[in-house]
């Protein structure tokens, strides 16, 4: 089972960036997923989730109205489009996989995430 996290870079304050977490080894389409990010010397935050189906979304206050997640079941791939990015949303991103099948409660702490990907490099300059 592998998650490759990929999209990250250096940008500009008040640029835009996507990421997308591929999946691969196993199906994801029964499972939620879910970003979470972790600034130098900081812990893991939660970022945002999505159920299984995509219908639910569920985001974290530092970057509510500035995020969008979705997925591509057919693709195995998860996203995370990001507007009007500062210099404090700069940190490794990460995505990850819930250990559950078909939760009703999308879980939003990072104990509860089974598979991880090797997390993508977000860098925003002022």
């Known amino acids: 089972v592998q998650l490759q996290a990929s999209g990250g870079g250096l940008v500009q304050a008040g640029g835009s960036l996507r990421l997308s977490c591929a999946a691969s080894?196993?199906?994801?389409?029964?499972?939620?997923m879910a970003w979470f990010r972790q600034a130098p010397g900081k812990e893991r935050e939660f970022v945002s989730a999505?159920?299984?189906?995509?219908?639910?979304?569920y985001y974290g206050d530092s970057m509510k109205g500035r995020i969008t997640i979705s997925r591509d079941n057919a693709k195995n791939t998860l996203y995370l489009q990001m507007h009007s990015l500062k210099p404090g949303d700069t940190a490794v991103y990460y995505c990850?996989?819930?250990?559950?099948?078909?939760?009703?409660?999308?879980?939003?702490?990072?104990?509860?995430?089974?598979?991880w990907g090797q997390g993508t490099l977000v860098t925003v300059s002022s």
């Open positions: 080894g196993r199906t994801f389409s029964d499972y939620a």
């Open positions: 990850a996989v819930d250990s559950k099948v078909r939760q009703m409660v999308v879980p939003r702490t990072s104990a509860e995430y089974e598979y």
């Open positions: 999505i159920n299984w189906s995509g219908r639910s979304k």
